[in-house]
T-cell receptor
Framework: AQSVAQPEDQVNVAEGNPLTVKCTYS??????LFWYVQYPNRGLQFLLK??????LVKGSYGFEAEFNKSQTSFHLKKPSALVSDSALYFC???????????FGKGTKLSVIP | NAGVMQNPRHLVRRRGQEARLRCSPM?????VYWYRQLPEEGLKFMVY????????ESGMPKERFSAEFPKEGPSILRIQQVVRGDSAAYFC??????????????FGPGTRLTVL
């Protein structure tokens, strides 16, 4: 079975400061890892994914994520937060041969002006 | 290029009625996935379909729920005899025709079902 943990329900960060949203996963075999963002009353928007190769993945809107196999983590990062980044962020995993995305419970990011 | 479309956006049903949720995938996509999001929770996989085929329905409740993706027209998620516990946001996603498990899934805006 595959699973995702997002240990923080909420993350608060001041505008202009770096942000990190944490994610750890469990899956058999090599993982495919994703980050999505959800704005109120909207669907999920794809930010970035890790398939293989370079452990640092760059995505939309200046976000990046670092894959760490030994720690089974895939933390989302951004060097300088914007107020418009305030939203709900979901980490998801898909195992090889499975088309099911398994999502974490989400982390609410609030960027304070 | 229109994104994934879902309708209705909001649906209110009384206990015992039927709910039909529709999803039109992105142009060129032939893989459709349905997820359910309960309040304060992440999305839970329900079913994965290709045209005229159910590929994986391991996340679907065994009773009252069904899904189809006909050759023509949108994918339909049908919930019979709804109960209050069915109240949730239902999201549809699609992925390209040559679908690989690491392809990102593109999500629609969701249908928010409220059962009175």
């Amino acid at each position: 079975a595959q699973s995702v943990a997002q240990p923080e329900d909420q993350v608060n960060v001041a505008e202009g400061n770096p942000l990190t949203v944490k994610c750890t996963y469990s899956v058999s075999g090599n993982p495919y890892l994703f980050w999505y963002v959800q704005y109120p009353n909207r669907g999920l928007q794809f930010l970035l994914k890790y398939i293989t190769g370079d452990n640092l993945v760059k995505g939309s809107y200046g976000f990046e994520a670092e894959f760490n196999k030994s720690q089974t983590s895939f933390h989302l990062k951004k060097p300088s937060a914007l107020v418009s980044d305030s939203a709900l962020y979901f980490c998801a995993v898909c195992g090889a041969g499975s088309y099911q995305l398994t999502f974490g419970k989400g982390t609410k990011l609030s960027v304070i002006p | 290029n229109a994104g994934v479309m879902q309708n209705p956006r909001h649906l209110v049903r009384r206990r015992g009625q039927e709910a039909r949720l529709r999803c039109s995938p992105m142009k060129g996509h032939s893989h459709v996935y349905w997820y359910r999001q309960l309040p304060e929770e992440g999305l839970k996989f329900m079913v994965y379909l290709q045209k005229e085929n159910i590929i994986d329905e391991s996340g679907m409740p065994k009773e009252r729920f069904s899904a189809e993706f006909p050759k023509e027209g949108p994918s339909i998620l049908r919930i019979q005899q709804v109960v209050r516990g069915d109240s949730a946001a239902y999201f549809c996603a699609s992925s390209p025709q040559d679908g690989r498990e690491y392809d990102e899934q593109f999500f629609g805006p969701g249908t928010r079902l409220t059962v009175l």
